[in-house]
């Protein structure tokens, strides 16, 4: 049974920094590219950043230069360093992994 359990979210101010973890139990990690994503209210669930299983990277451009994803396999973890927050970036949080599994979410609010 895999499961993906985020954390990390909270309450910043505009300009600030976060890091969010999704921690994946299971085997397969390594092998498996893994994404965030983001759901504001109302609207619709976007892809924010995707690694590769080889370290590839993609970005969603409302967030390149200021996001950055990546994953530690041994941890069996991704990250995604939110840096030069904006209220635009308020939102749940979700990682997804082998384009099949769902975390649960972690909500980011960027507010002064």
């Known amino acids: 049974q895999v499961q993906l359990v985020e954390s990390g979210g909270g309450l910043v101010q505009p300009g600030g920094s976060l890091r969010l973890s999704c921690t994946a139990s299971?085997?397969?990690?390594?092998?498996?590219?893994l994404d965030w994503y983001r759901q504001a209210p109302g609207k619709q669930r976007e892809l924010v950043a995707r690694?590769?299983?080889?370290?590839?990277?993609n970005y969603a451009d409302s967030v390149k230069g200021r996001f950055t994803i990546s994953r530690d396999n041994a941890k069996k973890t991704v990250y995604l360093q939110m840096n030069s927050l904006k209220p635009e970036d308020t939102a749940v949080y979700y990682c997804?992994?082998?384009?099949?599994?769902w975390g649960q979410g972690t909500q980011v609010t960027v507010s002064s």
């Open positions: 690694i590769s299983s080889g370290g590839s990277t």
């Open positions: 997804k992994m082998n384009n099949y599994w």
């Open positions: 299971g085997s397969g990690f390594r092998f498996y590219a």
